[in-house]
C-alpha cells in the first residue's frame, strides 16, 4: 500500500526518465566503466550521437545543430525538473568508500543538470556545489529517496537519471511515471541491460514507438 501511495499520490510531481539511450538489445551501459571510460563501452557515441548532434543539447559549446524531432527531446530535458537522481556510478567510476573527494563528476565546473542532484550511494562525503549544480550523496531505497528529491524539488519533477542498474530499481519498485528511450540502431550483445524487449512494461505503461529521421526510434512510456 505504501508503495501505491508514493506513485499516485504525486500526481503533480512525476518521476521522469529521459532521453536515456539503449541499444536495439536494450543494453545501456558496458560492464567496465573506468575513468577513460565512463560507459563502460567502446564508442558509446553509438548511442547518443542523435542527441549531441541537436540544436538543443546541453554540452553543446558551438553554434548550430539540428532541428526536429530529436531537437524536441534534448531541449525538454530541463523543463520543469527541480532535482535528478543518479546512481552513484553515473557520478563517477569509484567503487567502495570514497578514497578522493577531489573527483567531483564527469562534467568539469559546469554540469548540464542546474539543479540539485540527488546521487545514491551507501557511501556518504559532503554535498558540493559547482556552478548551480549541487550534488548530495544519500543512502537508501528508491522510495526514501524518491521522498527527499521531491520535496527538494519544490512542486516540480524529479528527473531519474540512471544508470540502467538505478532506472531497473525505480521500475521494480513501481516509482517510475513517464518513461523516454531513445533507441539505437545498433547491437552491442553484452553488458548492463534495461530489457530483452519493452513489451515487458507494457503490464504497467502504455508505449508509443517513434522512428526518426536521424535513425534512433524513440520509446515513450507513460503510467496506465
Do not use: C
Not at 559547482?130 to 519533477?157: C, I, M, N, W
Request: hydrophobic share 35%; net charge negative.
Amino acid at each position: 500500500m505504501m508503495r501505491q501511495d508514493l506513485t499516485r499520490k504525486h500526481v503533480d510531481q512525476l518521476l521522469r526518465v529521459m532521453n536515456f539511450n539503449v541499444s536495439s538489445d536494450g543494453i545501456g551501459a558496458g560492464e567496465h566503466q573506468s575513468l577513460e571510460r565512463p560507459f563502460g563501452l567502446d564508442h558509446p557515441e553509438r548511442l547518443f550521437a542523435w542527441a549531441g548532434a541537436t540544436a538543443s543539447w546541453p554540452m553543446r559549446t558551438d553554434a548550430g545543430g539540428s532541428r526536429g524531432l530529436d531537437d524536441y527531446f534534448t531541449r525538454d530535458f530541463a523543463r520543469d525538473i527541480g532535482v535528478e537522481i543518479m546512481g552513484r556510478n553515473k557520478f563517477g567510476p569509484q567503487r567502495g568508500p570514497w578514497n578522493d573527494h577531489e573527483w567531483r563528476g564527469w562534467w568539469g565546473e559546469e554540469p548540464p543538470f542546474r539543479t540539485p542532484v540527488f546521487v545514491m550511494t551507501h557511501h556518504k562525503r559532503p554535498s558540493f556545489t559547482l556552478s548551480d549544480t549541487t550534488f548530495h550523496f544519500v543512502d537508501g531505497d528508491p522510495a526514501t529517496v524518491l521522498t527527499r528529491a521531491r520535496e527538494a524539488a519544490q512542486g516540480k519533477d524529479v528527473r531519474l537519471g540512471g544508470g540502467v542498474t538505478t532506472i531497473r530499481q525505480f521500475l521494480d519498485a513501481d516509482l517510475v511515471d513517464t518513461m523516454h528511450v531513445a533507441v539505437s540502431p545498433v547491437r552491442l550483445g553484452s553488458g548492463l541491460r534495461l530489457w530483452d524487449s519493452p513489451d515487458e512494461l507494457l503490464d504497467r505503461f502504455h508505449l508509443e514507438v517513434v522512428p526518426s529521421p536521424s535513425g534512433v526510434t524513440h520509446h515513450l512510456f507513460w503510467r496506465r
